[in-house]
């Protein structure tokens, strides 16, 4: 099994490349269409066009933990879909999210102002207004970025190959990828990799769950095995720590919950 992100900056081409290598390695294209029917399946679709690429707006970040939400649900939809086969990605930062497989390859494409402005217009889009357009997407981008995993979208250390499409073809970029992802040096996910996955994707959707369920205090959580959800924290009483196990255990995915909760019936009191 094997993995391939693509970061693209608008006007590169980007997800003409993306499907191409897709389409030649036989791997399914996890673009914005199929995240969205898979956010569907799982019940996670408002959340996940919530979240979009876009930073939300200061009154939402500060005054609501919906942001968070939304991106927890994204990101278990991302490693559902991983857990489901070799694919390539497209955005929602998966580059982020799988970038601890030794089973996936790491692409940016990008290229200069000029070039991604000719492009545009090359489509019938008059050049102020793809000025604009890049402008934006580029700000919403790197704020996705930042906001929601706390890293700069154009460090070069997230990605293993950066294609600059001023002095590369659509043709010898996808030539390019292939030949990565094809080398000796592919190496394709084990077992407890695939199980990772599914792991991680459940934490995050138990996360968010217990995020929107209103809780004052949150416990940590996490996932020790597939399906065996850990909780660590404090309740203020018994009745408060057996309703938090509750509402987990209506979250797929969930089989036995490790309640490892602390009843501290003074906690918060001065």
């Avoid at 997407?137 to 700069?152: A, H, M, T």
């Avoid at 995050?204 to 959800?229: C, D, F």
């Avoid at 924290?233 to 255990?249: F, P």
Wanted: hydrophobic share 40%; charged share 25%; glycine share 6%.
């Amino acid at each position: 099994m094997y993995f391939i992100t693509f970061s693209r900056k608008m006007g590169t081409s980007g997800s003409e490349i993306a499907q191409r290598v897709a389409d030649q390695l036989g791997y399914a294209l996890h673009d914005t269409e199929a995240i969205e029917n898979m956010a569907r399946e799982m019940g996670f679709l408002n959340d996940v066009r919530n979240v979009d690429e876009k930073t939300p707006s200061l009154f939402t970040r500060f005054f609501s933990q919906k942001p968070e939400v939304h991106a927890d649900r994204l990101n278990s939809v991302i490693y559902e879909l991983a857990s489901r086969g070799s694919a390539v990605f497209l955005g929602r930062g998966s580059h982020i999210l799988l970038r601890s497989f030794e089973c996936a390859l790491h692409v940016r494409v990008t290229a200069s102002l000029e070039h991604r402005i000719q492009n545009l217009a090359a489509r019938g889009i008059p050049w102020e207004e793809a000025v604009k357009l890049i402008q934006r997407s580029d700000y919403e981008r790197s704020g996705f970025i930042k906001l929601f995993f706390g890293l700069d979208w154009e460090n070069s250390e997230l990605y293993d190959v950066t294609l600059n499409m001023d002095h590369v073809t659509v043709n010898l970029a996808v030539e390019t990828v292939l030949q990565m992802a094809r080398s000796e040096e592919g190496r394709t996910c084990s077992i407890d990799a695939m199980k990772s996955l599914e792991m991680m994707g459940l934490a995050r959707r138990a996360e968010a769950t217990l995020i929107e369920s209103g809780l004052l205090q949150v416990p940590s959580v996490s996932v020790t095995e597939p399906g065996r959800v850990q909780l660590i924290g404090v309740a203020t009483s018994q009745a408060n720590k057996e309703r938090i196990e509750q509402i987990l255990m209506d979250v797929k995915g969930v089989k036995s919950i490790d309640n490892q909760i602390k009843v501290v019936a003074s906690y918060g009191k001065s």
